[in-house]
């Protein structure tokens, strides 16, 4: 099930549908690349990775190997026919489950007839943003050709998702899931469930990927979507024993659509957003943004029968809704009723409710030390960036911005162009730290940053809809919404104690959210917006961390098998 070998798409969904036990997750070995049974083809095979990965691991974490292929294939998940991303022939694609500290070596074989490239949403890459998987770090992998991926969960634990990052791609699958349990030794605060559900829900459309991009490419915003999916399905059922607790892991990996989650007749207990452990509130619904995470605990503590699960959408003039069935072993009764209803309130619900989200102070993450051992709010802010998005025309044609700059990709990654020391590809004065109020433009943004900086980013939304923003390589602390517009004093509602760290945060319309990060991870960041269309149409740009010393123990060297494109070729890695 985690190797390379290929399942069905029916087969995928049905383990995704049953209630695991928590994995005591073994080491995975790809049997299409070790003979288990000849000892001396796998100890050749550790010693080579070993060698290779010296600089980059410790010996004793464990290495588990995959191959994929990406293909086409023909699926109906909202009843018409339509193509879709594939990976080993699933959809969604394969579920990766992994213990924190794991190495990841996956082969990935493009069968498209487009470039193509994964990215690992949420997972921070240590020292390592050459394995991001955006266009701003990696050659997109050509049709016909593979590239392999090495990455390590370093000090992660949690709930986290993959996706395509290239083109439009995402809209037609290539998604799943990234589990990261923790290991034996590291306490959970709260007693092991008796099973694991993962939700990958989001917003579809049953036009296809490439028409989609061409819509957008001819200046024109994506319409309403058609619906959601769970699990790439319309309707699906989670089955459970009655008097136990599951925890439901659920992922918004939709486009552009906030969702509100909720089970009939049950309460959720918050326990983790992202990789971190949060104070266990318990909500009768939670919304989750887009490209966010969360997981929750189910006690099955009602009379034994059937019971809707419904995800729908948030602040839509229609409401969309796709429901799955949490089904009792010993019920003899379907599902009934009318579905339960989400919040009647909008904006200042969600709001209030995602202030509510707070740190498990006492609790370990991926480390014995609790999380709360870290004071970020104690530590001095080195400088301040606010950050504006907004939907200008240029050219006679919609694009989204960020602080009045509208980002393009460039021909070769900006992480390779730094490295070669290749002039021309990115501009590092393009972008300013505050909004200027100029008239907007196109250009490959890099704002520049030094390593080890704290700083406080203000996520200011002055348009009407609810934006959702994530930066690769980081977690952060979410320390303040508000309404309006923000200025130093807003600092006085900040959470400065128990606020959680995330990847990805909403702000609001007519709105700010403000964060603070620790500049700890050398490298080639992408900040952008978790909705695609805006990031496809430039509400982005990149964050490079940078020291002047080189050292090994800030960042690792390229890989012997980066692929180089554009103005890269002929170096040598």
Request: proline share 7%; with cysteine.
């Amino acid at each position: 099930m985690r190797g390379s070998t290929s399942i069905s798409s029916q087969q995928s969904n049905r383990d995704l549908q049953q209630a695991e036990p928590k994995p005591n997750v073994p080491e995975a070995q790809n049997p299409d690349w070790i003979d288990m049974a000849t000892e001396g083809v796998i100890s050749l095979i550790l010693v080579c990775l070993a060698v290779f990965s010296a600089s980059v691991v410790v010996a004793d974490d464990p290495y588990r190997f995959y191959t994929w292929t990406v293909t086409y294939g023909t699926v109906a998940p909202l009843g018409v026919p339509q193509q879709v991303i594939l990976i080993n022939g699933q959809f969604p694609g394969p579920k990766l489950e992994v213990v924190t500290n794991d190495n990841l070596v996956l082969n990935l074989i493009n069968k498209l007839d487009q470039p193509f490239l994964l990215t690992w949403n949420g997972i921070k890459q240590r020292k390592n943003s050459w394995q991001d998987g955006v266009l701003g770090t990696n050659c997109a992998i050509p049709p016909n050709a593979n590239y392999t991926y090495r990455f390590q969960a370093k000090d992660q634990i949690g709930t986290f998702t993959y996706f395509p990052s290239t083109l439009f791609h995402k809209a037609a699958g290539g998604f799943g899931a990234l589990n990261v349990y923790e290991r034996p030794q590291i306490p959970i605060p709260f007693p092991t469930p008796a099973g694991d559900f993962t939700l990958l829900v989001g917003d579809w459309y049953k036009t296809g990927h490439k028409i989609l991009q061409q819509s957008l490419d001819s200046g024109k915003s994506l319409p309403f979507p058609d619906g959601i999916l769970i699990n790439g399905q319309a309707h699906t059922t989670f089955s459970g024993d009655q008097g136990k607790t599951f925890m439901f892991r659920i992922s918004n990996v939709g486009l552009s659509t906030s969702l509100n989650f909720r089970i009939q007749g049950h309460m959720l207990k918050l326990v983790e957003v992202e990789g971190s452990h949060t104070i266990q509130n318990t909500y009768d619904s939670i919304d989750v943004h887009v490209g966010q995470s969360v997981a929750v605990l189910v006690t099955l503590n009602q009379p034994p029968k059937d019971y809707y699960i419904v995800a729908s959408t948030r602040f839509t003039k229609t409401v969309l809704n796709a429901t799955a069935v949490l089904h009792y072993t010993n019920s003899l009764t379907p599902v009934s009723g009318p579905l339960p209803a989400g919040p009647t309130y909008q904006i200042h619900w969600s709001m209030k409710q995602a202030r509510t989200i707070r740190w498990n102070l006492t609790a370990s993450a991926a480390r014995p030390n609790p999380q709360g051992s870290y004071h970020y709010g104690k530590i001095a802010i080195s400088r301040t960036i606010v950050l504006a998005n907004s939907a200008p025309l240029i050219n006679g044609k919609l694009r989204y911005a960020v602080n009045g700059v509208s980002y393009i990709n460039a021909d070769t990654p900006l992480k390779l162009a730094d490295y070669f020391n290749i002039d021309g590809v990115f501009s590092t004065n393009s972008l300013q730290s505050i909004p200027s109020g100029s008239s907007a433009n196109i250009a490959t943004s890099v704002m520049p940053a030094s390593l080890h900086e704290f700083i406080e980013i203000v996520f200011q939304n002055n348009e009407n809809t609810v934006q959702s923003w994530h930066l690769d390589g980081y977690d952060f602390w979410v320390v303040g919404y508000g309404f309006g517009q923000w200025t130093p004093a807003s600092r006085k509602i900040y959470n400065l104690v128990d606020a959680p760290t995330r990847h990805t945060a909403q702000a609001y319309p007519r709105s700010w959210t403000s964060i603070l990060v620790s500049l700890d991870n050398q490298g080639m960041w992408n900040l952008r917006s978790a909705a695609w269309e805006r990031q496809y149409l430039g509400q982005q740009f990149y964050l490079r961390v940078w020291t002047p010393v080189h050292s090994l123990a800030n960042e690792y060297d390229i890989p012997s098998n980066a692929l180089l494109c554009g103005k890269a070729v002929g170096h040598h890695p």
